[in-house]
């Protein structure tokens, strides 16, 4: 049974750090990214990691997040720096067995739960 596990989200103030860690089980993914939802808003791509680790990342969160894997762990972590309101959301981790770096969700088979960020000002 595959299962995705998200943790590290929490309340941060503006400009400070989170670490997400996401855990997969069940079998290995080509890749993985992380995907986040406002209230009110659709998901949105945030970032992703192939396995040789290569890296996409959304133009709203380049140069403060940066996603990064352990494929011997079957992890995937992303480090989200000077936060910003904005950055509020639920984010949840997701994971693909095809080839390439996909950044819409629906090339996505597996999701975790979701864990919450909130950055406040």
């Known amino acids: 049974q595959v299962q995705l596990v998200e943790s590290g989200g929490g309340l941060v103030q503006a400009g400070g750090s989170l670490r997400l860690s996401c855990g997969a089980s069940g079998r290995t993914f080509n890749a993985m990214a992380w995907f986040r939802q406002a209230p009110g808003k659709e998901r949105e791509f945030v970032a992703a990691v192939n396995w040789p680790g290569s890296t996409r990342y959304s133009d709203s969160v380049k140069g403060r997040f940066a996603i990064s894997r352990d494929n011997a762990k079957n992890t995937a972590m992303l480090q989200m720096n000077s936060l910003k309101p904005e950055d509020t959301a639920v984010y949840y981790c997701?994971?693909?067995?095809?080839?390439?770096?996909?950044?819409?969700?629906?090339?996505?088979?597996?999701w975790g739960q979701g864990t919450q960020v909130t950055v406040s000002s």
């Open positions: 997701s994971a693909a067995a095809g080839l390439g770096l996909p950044y819409r969700a629906y090339d996505y088979n597996y």
